[in-house]
Nanobody, 123 residues
Framework: QVQLVEVGGGLVQAGGSLRLSCLASGRTFFSYAMAWFRQTPGNEREFVAVIRWTDRHTDYADSVKGRFTISRDISKNTVYLQMNSLKPEDTAVYYC????????????????WGQGTQVTVSS
């Protein structure tokens, strides 16, 4: 079993930056891929970014490319999402996800999820 805890959300003005952290505990393997998704009320969960635990290969949603950076620290079992040049449309609850075998943008493939952290970007 893997537990994921996100921290770092909050309120920021447009153009500002935030860094989210996701700490993984429990049964953590190097083969895990970890990802960030986000969701707004009434909408489906949206893929944001993913990182492969072993070689740090990453992919991003087009909407965040060039603004967001996903990274990981193996020694701390933590994945980060650095968010720069934030826009009001980035406002959402951000979720961390992990899986032992899947790497990609499909949320239904991830077995483990955090509780989410609210990010609000004011205009």
């Amino acid at each position: 079993q893997v537990q994921l805890v996100e921290v770092g959300g909050g309120l920021v003005q447009a153009g500002g930056s935030l860094r989210l952290s996701c700490l993984a505990s429990g049964r953590t393997f190097f083969s895990y891929a970890m990802a960030w998704f986000r969701q707004t009320p009434g909408n489906e969960r949206e893929f944001v970014a993913v990182i492969r635990w072993t070689d740090r290969h990453t992919d991003y949603a087009d909407s965040v490319k060039g603004r967001f950076t996903i990274s990981r620290d193996i020694s701390k079992n933590t994945v980060y999402l650095q968010m720069n040049s934030l826009k009001p449309e980035d406002t959402a609850v951000y979720y961390c996800a992990a899986d032992a075998a899947y790497y990609g943008p499909s949320g239904s493939e991830y077995d483990y999820w955090g509780q989410g952290t609210q990010v609000t970007v004011s205009s």
